[in-house]
């Protein structure tokens, strides 16, 4: 019997020892492709709630826009903010909806007429409680009010600090603005210092706001109603568009397609020389690409959108970051240089907003591709070669060779503007050229 069992054990041993093993095998292949598809299934659900929260909630709707701008008017009848733009928009419905142009993270960008003329609606933010309340106003009487002389300065203080300007009082607010605060006759209502101070704290209103009185390269704003100001509507250059700007609807005149292309190119020259020289401190732009400028029917180039546009006391302290090597004193199109023994980035910018300009722009404009048959003219060849001078002179560092390249760009654009104006007129009106197309060369 013993032997039997003897004789038999192994086999039955193996055989019972196959099975454990193949049903363990069963089972962790199991339980690898529960894990798996339990892994999965986390993925997918982790990636629609992404999805919902970074795509769908920020989704430009038409219906989110009109509750937005609903809120608003309830604020307003409220009481609880104001503007001069606020009865238009809630009473007469003389503000009409068209689109929502852009939505994210809270920034809200809409497009509507304003009494029928276009214009653009924005705000950082799109509900008035996300912006901090003036503090003054908690700790004041309710009976007390503010003078027009204490908004100033108090308006004043804040701007300073959003644009990181440390100067006189009278150089850092624009002298008109300022006039018509000090000017008013009477105190302002809490509606409308909340309001105020909503709009302050939008870095690109205070840009646009403080800058529109010195300048006319940038945009201007219209009016507002709480934390939303309206500025004019114009129609921004496109990346994807070698030729960048439409020049439907703009006042041509006599002028020829590639005449306007010069004039264009002449106003970045003058938009790039003002930012640089005209006010108390450089202006810098950070984020140079065509969809941030817009042109006016006049042909002069217009900065849209300045949310990355910092005065020189701000760019220093932006640009003096620790770093290993010159790649992290990157900060969009505003670059700076590594120190290797101190390993921080140097505060003064390498680079320039025209060698920005002459790398984005103008590179493309006027390259032999684009130029086609008049790429070989003398004066065209000299142009190319100017622009590729301007997009290799770091005018950061080398103010004067950035400077004579600046006079050789703007002598030659004059130089073939005079021509076009003289020569390409006559075969506008033999039919080869139509004052109203787009930049076609």
Known sequence: MWSSRRATGPGQSRGGHLLRWLGLRVCRR???????????????????????????????????????????????????????????????????????????????VIEAHWRGTPVVLKSKQENFSSYESLGLLEYQDPAEELSPLDVVFYATLEIRNSLGLDVALNASFPPIWAQRLRDRGRPYSRAELTSLWSLLQQEEYTFLRVLQDLSHHVAKVLGSCGHFYAVEYLSAGHAWDQNIFSLEGVSAGPWTARDMVHRIALSFLDMAWRFDNEFSHRLHLCDIKPENFAIRKDLTVVAIDVDMAFFEPKMRDILEQNCTNDDDCNFFDCISKCNAKTNKCSSKRKNSNLQVICEKIFRTWFSPTLLGAKAGLPIQVDLQRAVQDCAETPGGEDEERAQAVQTRLLDLLTRLLHQGTSTERVDANEGGIHPHGALNF
């Open 30 to 108: 199991s339980t690898l492709v529960f894990a798996l598809l339990w892994f999965g299934s986390w993925v997918f659900l982790n990636g629609l709630v992404f999805v919902h929260r970074t795509i769908l909630s920020d989704f430009c709707t038409d219906d989110k826009s009109k509750r937005i701008l609903q809120r608003v008017c309830e604020e307003y009848h409220e009481g609880s903010l104001t503007g001069d733009l606020c009865e238009d928009l809630c009473v007469t419905a003389q503000v009409e909806y068209k689109r929502c142009l852009y939505y994210e993270n809270g920034k809200k």
